[in-house]
């Protein structure tokens, strides 16, 4: 990464109380009016007189407004990350109302798309301007940085999985700034760079597990949570320069591509209908040799080979097959 790399914000731990200042500087913007105007009215030495309403209109006219600028209202989870003339000069985090450094601008590249090419929607705020009998929509940035934890849910993506399946799958990622100075400083907009990583990760997980698998390996469909880890965890590791804490991954939309969808739940269907057919088959073996066994154990009737493999091949007809027998009664000797 080419410049400067921010490892670690510098909190600003102690601002000037904000309400006390805005008192204060009232005060002495209204003391220097009032020395402005008995300026002018009282009888003074000329150097004195000039000295007063010099003074006090200098700073009752300028330097006291300007000194507002520097009142700062923080909420709780947000935070205002301050520049001096270009240079870092620290972070705001604590909810309060305080005063710092009136030439401190705050900064949010999130807010604004200036130097770079993002597509991301800009944090605004609306403010309802009224000139005469016409009303404007004004967009202003917000140059505040929410510390709260926030979803990003990217679009559905086609991609491939192991087997070189396409699948459609959508994630929901939840995460939350932790590091402001990397968030501003390290990358041109932090929201987008999590939504392009994201994508990143997201194809680096996919690609190295099928979507459905007959075996006990893991698959898309059934280790939704595994694959939802190894996510968290690859996109943890790209974020980290951004200064972004990914708090929980998750699946949700997963299904085949429309191409391959159709063929795709014929090969379930069948796999299905082999499984229950093979159980069928296997209960169907029990049942028979169980009649078996207790006709042999009760005498009830004595039957050779032949008739023995006649009876198992009609037993195996009726529990195999799809629909209910119809009996036939046989009125005549079995031999």
């Excluded at 600003?12 to 005060?27: C, D, E, K, Q, T």
């Excluded at 700073?59 to 520097?70: D, M, S, T």
């Excluded at 049942?287 to 195996?316: G, H, T, Y």
Aim: with cysteine; charged share 20%; aromatic share 8%.
């Amino acid at each position: 990464m080419n410049g400067p790399v921010y490892s670690q914000e510098k909190v600003l731990v102690r601002p000037a109380n904000g309400m006390a200042f805005l008192i204060l500087n009232s005060l002495a913007i209204l003391l220097c009016c009032f020395l402005f105007v008995i300026g002018f009215l009282v009888s003074w030495s000329t150097p004195v007189r000039i000295l007063v309403i010099v003074l006090s209109a200098l700073y009752g006219f300028v330097v006291g407004p300007i000194l507002y600028a520097g009142l700062k209202v923080i909420k709780p989870n947000e935070a205002l990350v301050l520049t001096l003339f270009g240079k870092y000069y620290g972070t705001l985090k604590k909810d309060g109302f305080y005063f710092v450094n009136p030439f401190v601008s705050a900064v949010n590249p999130a807010s604004s798309n200036e130097g770079g090419t993002s597509t991301a929607k800009p944090e605004t705020k609306q403010e309802n301007v009224k000139f005469g009998s016409t009303s404007y929509t004004l967009q202003l940035p917000k140059k505040k940085i929410s510390l709260k934890a926030m979803t990003l849910n990217n679009d559905k993506q086609k991609i491939n999985d192991a087997l070189g399946n396409p699948i459609i799958i959508g994630v929901v990622v939840i995460w939350k700034v932790v590091d402001t100075a990397k968030a501003v400083f390290n990358v041109d907009n932090y929201v987008e760079y999590l939504s392009i990583q994201c994508d990143s990760a997201l194809r680096n997980v996919v690609r190295l597990f099928p979507y459905d698998s007959d075996e006990d390996e893991k698959s898309l469909r059934g280790s939704s949570k595994e694959v939802a880890q190894d996510l968290m965890r690859e996109l943890q590791e790209k974020v980290e320069v951004a200064g972004l804490e990914i708090i929980e991954a998750r699946i949700t939309h997963l299904s085949y591509a429309p191409e391959i969808a159709a063929a795709m739940l014929q090969r379930q269907q069948a796999s299905a209908i082999i499984a229950a057919r093979q159980k069928i088959v296997e209960g169907a073996v029990g049942m028979v040799e169980m009649a078996l066994e207790q006709l042999n154990d009760k005498n009830v009737v004595n039957l050779d080979e032949e008739r023995k493999a006649a009876m198992v091949s009609n037993l195996l007809v009726v529990l195999c097959g799809n629909r209910d027998a119809q009996p036939i009664v046989n009125s005549g000797s079995i031999y």
